[in-house]
């Protein structure tokens, strides 16, 4: 019995020292990516997905954009085509030993090309400058400068570092500017816009302009011509004074004095623009209107009373000038600076400026009753929503786009 015993002990380890070896000699089957994730920038190009195998591997791309072009037992290599779509894409790539599968997720990101909206317009002194502009481009493009501009030059431009703008002094002693296309050769385009100018160009008169008005109590929706505009320096301080006369316009007839309806703004210069706080008093623009009592003093009046005479009292209104845009703003700025329109000729109009109350602002005048800037006052409003101001009536400075 004890013979038998110790037979079967031996029998069973025997047994199991003989399956111990057999594990120890078994080659690893199966395989492991590294990275099953991969990231492909919008232009395309290689990638190597590393891994690691034993034995032989295949591996089938799920879209035409991204081949498999060769597997090892380390490495897989991937060309992607460029992606010139707007929005991302993404495939799978499958791998198998022919007894397991894995899935590696090819994600490529959309085509980029966009100005950099601080750089858009840039706004640069008299003075030989050059300054690098970003542009947001995942492909390599081109900047074209408008025909007969000789005073300024783009070097360099790539995508990873945007373009090198150069300027020449200006000694013209006016503003100028100019148009820059930015291109793709897939022809896709945007622009930016370079001014060169100092403060002291913007000075004098500004003979060829006009103004629109919106008076809707008084029915006035129109452009106008301005019969005269000044921009001075002031004799004390860095301050500036800008005068717009509107006695030509339809306005006057209701001021107090006709003659005069000008408009008289100071402001400061920053950043190539006349800022203007909310706020001063427009002393040309007072008026006086009838303002109808009767339905008041109707309220007093008796049941005898047989006849319901008008009660009209005369309203004195003082106006202030303030900025409009999808409100009336009492605190705050706007502005006024160059601007390059589409014939070529370059005049001054509203410009957002720092203390904005919001972006699109322009001037209006409130009409308050009584002398005191209160909201609780406020009577009416007349808006001037676009100016268009030119020193020239030959329009100087025109522009070709190539």
Same mark, same amino acid.
């Given at each position: 019995m004890?013979?038998?015993l110790f037979?079967i002990?031996?029998?069973?380890?025997c047994?199991l020292?003989?399956a111990c070896?057999t594990?120890?000699?078994?080659?690893?089957q199966g395989?492991?990516?590294?990275?099953?994730d991969?990231?492909l920038?919008?232009?395309?190009?290689?990638?190597?997905?590393a891994?690691?195998a034993?034995?032989?591997l295949?591996?089938?791309?799920?879209?035409?954009?991204?081949?498999v072009?060769e597997?090892?037992n *380390?490495?897989?290599? %991937?060309l992607?085509?460029? $992606?010139?779509e707007?929005?991302s894409? &993404?495939? !799978?790539?499958t791998v +198998?030993?022919?007894?397991?599968?894995?899935k590696?997720?090819v994600t490529?990101?959309g085509?980029?090309f966009?100005?950099?909206?601080?750089?858009?317009v840039l706004?640069l002194?008299?003075?030989?400058s050059?300054?690098?502009?970003?542009?947001?481009?995942?492909f390599?493009?081109?900047v074209?400068?408008q025909k007969?501009?000789?005073?300024?030059?783009?070097?360099?431009?790539?995508?990873? *570092?945007g373009f090198? %703008?150069v300027?020449?002094? $200006?000694?013209t002693?006016?503003p100028r &500017?100019c !148009?820059?296309?930015v +291109?793709?050769n897939e022809?896709?385009?945007?622009?930016?816009y370079?001014?060169q100018y100092e403060?002291s160009?913007?000075l004098g008169?500004w003979r060829?302009?006009?103004i629109y008005?919106?008076?809707?109590?008084k029915?006035?929706d129109?452009?106008y011509?301005l019969?005269?505009?000044?921009v001075t320096k002031d004799?004390e301080?860095d301050?500036?004074?800008l005068?717009?006369?509107?006695a030509?316009?339809?306005?006057?007839q209701?001021l107090?004095d006709?003659?005069?309806?000008?408009?008289s703004?100071q402001?400061?210069y920053e950043d190539?623009?006349f800022v203007?706080p909310?706020?001063?008093?427009?002393k040309?623009?007072v008026?006086?209107?009838?303002?109808?009592?009767?339905?008041?003093?109707?309220?007093n009046?008796?049941?005898?009373d047989t006849?319901l005479?008008e009660?009209v009292v005369?309203?004195?209104?003082y106006g202030f000038?303030?900025?409009a845009?999808?409100?009336?703003y009492?605190?705050g700025?706007?502005g006024?600076?160059?601007v390059?329109?589409?014939?070529?000729?370059i005049g001054m109009?509203y410009?957002?400026?720092?203390?904005a109350?919001e972006?699109?602002?322009?001037?209006a005048?409130?009409l308050f009753?009584?002398?005191?800037f209160?909201?609780?006052?406020?009577k009416?409003?007349i808006l001037f929503?676009d100016?268009?101001?030119?020193k020239y009536?030959?329009k100087?400075?025109?522009?070709e786009t190539?």
């Open positions: 004890m013979n038998k037979m002990v031996v029998s069973v380890c047994l020292m003989t070896g594990e120890n000699d078994e080659t690893p395989f492991r990516i590294v990275d099953t991969v990231d920038v919008a232009g395309g190009g290689t990638v190597e997905v891994l690691q034993a034995g032989e295949t591996a089938v791309s799920g879209a035409d954009w991204c081949r072009i597997v090892t *380390e490495k897989i290599t %991937l992607a085509r460029a $992606n010139y707007y929005v894409r &993404a495939t !799978q790539v +198998s030993d022919g007894s397991n599968e894995q590696i997720v490529q990101a085509n980029i966009a100005p950099d909206t601080d750089q858009q706004r002194g008299n003075a030989p050059q300054i690098v502009v970003r542009v947001n481009s995942s390599d493009f081109k074209s400068i007969g501009v000789d005073w300024v030059e783009v070097p360099t431009a790539s995508k990873e *570092e090198l %703008l300027l020449k002094e $200006n000694k002693g006016n &500017a !148009q820059l296309m +291109s793709t022809g896709r385009k945007f622009f930016y370079v001014y403060a160009d913007l008169a060829d302009s006009q008005v919106k008076w809707d109590t029915k006035i129109k452009a011509r019969s005269a505009t000044e004799a301080g301050g500036y004074t005068k717009m006369s509107l030509g316009t339809p306005v006057a209701y107090k006709p003659s005069k309806a000008t408009i703004l402001a400061t190539g623009a203007v909310i706020g001063a008093a427009q040309d623009f008026l006086t209107q009838e303002v109808d009592e009767t339905a008041n003093s109707a309220m009046r008796t049941a005898d006849a005479e009660d005369l309203q004195t209104l000038s303030v900025a845009s999808s409100n009336i009492a605190k700025n706007f006024f600076a160059p390059l329109y589409q014939d070529g000729s109009s410009q957002d400026v720092a203390g109350p972006s699109g602002c322009y001037f005048i409130a009753d009584g002398q005191q209160s909201t609780a006052a406020l009416d409003y929503p100016i268009a101001l030119f009536e030959e100087n400075y025109r522009c190539e």
